[in-house]
């Protein structure tokens, strides 16, 4: 059974910076890519950063210069580097993966942590 755990959320005042960790565990054959993405109150899940199996990750263009993401392939594990906060960075914050596991690629998601932007 597959599992994302993330870890890494919490209170930062404008200006500082967090970094979120996820960890993929459980039945995995393969990992093509891992991401964040986040959901702010009252709307849709959108993409943040994703790295895949080569070239440059994605990011979207209101972090651009500010969050880094990271992988390590070895650990299965993802990163994303928050500097610069703003309180519109406030939202719940989601590991995405892309898995193979015996049936097939899946799609899997983390359980979200919360970050909050705010002085």
């Known amino acids: 059974q597959v599992q994302l755990v993330e870890s890494g959320g919490g209170l930062v005042q404008p200006g500082g910076s967090l970094r979120l960790s996820c960890a993929a565990s459980?039945?995995?054959?393969?990992?093509?890519?891992m991401g964040w993405y986040l959901q702010a109150p009252g709307k849709q899940r959108e993409l943040v950063a994703m790295?895949?199996?080569?070239?440059?990750?994605n990011y979207a263009d209101s972090v651009k210069g500010r969050f880094t993401i990271s992988r390590d392939r070895n650990r299965n594990r993802v990163y994303l580097q928050m500097n610069s906060l703003k309180p519109e960075d406030t939202a719940v914050y989601y590991c995405?993966?892309?898995?193979?596991?015996?049936?097939?690629?899946?799609?899997?998601w983390g359980q979200g942590t919360q970050v909050t932007v705010s002085s």
């Open positions: 995405y993966a892309n898995i193979l596991i015996n049936t097939g690629w899946r799609d899997y």
């Open positions: 459980g039945g995995i054959r393969d990992i093509k890519s």
């Open positions: 790295a895949g199996t080569g070239g440059s990750p």
